[in-house]
């Protein structure tokens, strides 16, 4: 009798002993759960939306997130050789209505209409690598770039460059209004207040075939910056330096400095810049205004983009 009351003693004891050990595991193994999830998160919102300022930035939509938003530059029309300074006077205005849509997380697609050349565009971007700081680490974001545009405007009613110059007046074939631009979008988030992006950059753009010589390929660089300073405000930078630019009209290379505001899902963008095009073809290989406050040459861009999601 004392034999089997010892016996059941140490069973129990084993059964006690085993469901510790039972219970620990499981605790060891949601701990290492938690710690995986926790290495393969990626960093997130390197920059707010899909745009810096006037450029792509690395940012892709969520699945099912439709994105509506509204571009807009305005400027003035300068005084022939005039020295006055900026007067911000609107006279001039282009925009562009487009609609974005995140198929998965990865893949963001968008189109869009533009009044100034009456241009439909497209486009399409792949987030192929996310930065990540932990775990299985990844220094930066990298996104692929490919967008398109058809500007149906007849070369601007005949004109194809320059409106004073009599002999550059020309129709324009069907085959030569379309551009196209590749971009690999190379971003990183420091801190959690700053990111920068490099963009290098290829555009195809047909319409440059019509002129003896002209190359329409053409080789870019971009730099963008954002510097958050509140929970809802942030300063961003942009410029695109071009390697190879056109030579039958006088070009500058693209500048942006303005400020972004957050509104639960509105963001509300504000620039200063030299160019006045809204499609990267355009503002980046032909901005004919370089960045000074000379008259005309300042436009006042504004950009508001709402996110919804399906």
Known sequence: MHLMKIKSKFLYTLLFLSMVNMIHAQDILKDLEAASVEESQPTI???????ISIGHSVETRKKGVLEISSMNRFWNRPIPDSERVQTFAADKWNSRIGVDYGISDRLTTGVGYGTGYRSIDAYAKYRLFYQRDSGSKFPFSITLFQGGVYRNKSSFKGVLYDIDDPTMMREVPSKNKFAATTQLLI???????????????YVYRAEDELVDGANPNHFALGFGARYKVSNHVSIVSEYYYVANPVDFVDTYGPFSLGANWEVSDLLLQFKLTNARNLVEDKFIIKTENNFNFRDGNLHFGFHATYFIQL
């Open 187 to 201: 971003a990183r988030k420091f801190t959690r207040n700053f990111s920068f992006q490099i963009a290098p950059t």
């Open 45 to 51: 919102a390197t920059f707010k939306g899909t745009h």
